[in-house]
């Protein structure tokens, strides 16, 4: 932990028991820094206005970096031992690949819990809430105007009511991240809309850009484990239903 808070308030201390301290009050937090035995790199330049009575808190103005992700918005916690969070955030910009390297796989120093996951950390932290994010990226993908209500659970890490442009078409759907192993596992549930093909094929693999032009829609609901593109391509399991309209091939090269 690093950074500092300003504390204005009134604090109770049971001397025979020091845990069990209460406080009411407000917390000023200044550019903090956070990282557990469940993370592979800190949380960042967190701050915010905290109004604290006992058990609960209230953060406005709430803001954490992770990486080039950047979170700001209002939280509500209850029971800090095992925190229930409700929130509203929103994003200029995302990074879930870095979010998944973060919290997806156990430390070394950590030991196993029953469940599988790690001791502490995510399994024990419940939340709910709505998120907006301007610029999300997630493998090789990039998506704008995200827009859903994010759930985590017992490590399992759910966004539904998923809406989003997708290079120039949309989509809509729900994804889930189970964190409780080493390797993440993903499941995607989706409707895609007048994608742009050009667009997303050149993402995928930029040896395909202007290859094939047109326009993408369908459905997809797939299962796949790991935190790279070629791990979740080898292991992806489901169904899919695609179609492209208005196509063209502009060049065929037998090799690829």
Known sequence: V?????????ATVPLERLDAVQFHGTLGVED??????SMSRALEKIGGSL???????????????????LLRG????????????GFALDSPRLDLNELI????????SAPPSSSGGTAG???DVIARGSVAVEALHF???????VRGTVSLRDEILTLSDLTSRLYQGGLKGRVTLDLSGAAPRCRVEGALEDVDVNAL????????KDLLRGRLGGAVDLEARGTGLDAILNTARGTARLAITRGSLTSFSMLK
């Open 2 to 10: 690093g950074g500092s808070v300003t504390i204005d308030g009134q």
């Open 32 to 37: 903090l820094s956070y990282r557990d035995a």
């Open 51 to 69: 109004a604290v009575d006992g058990e609960k808190a209230e953060w406005t103005g709430f803001t954490a970096s992770l990486g080039s992700s």
């Open 74 to 85: 209002r939280l509500q916690v209850e029971d800090y031992a095992r925190p229930r969070i």
């Open 101 to 108: 390297a973060t919290f997806g796989g156990a430390s070394p």
């Open 121 to 123: 950390g995510l399994l």
């Open 139 to 145: 493998q090789t993908f990039d998506l704008q105007g």
């Open 201 to 208: 094929a050149g993402a995928y693999d930029p040896g395909l």
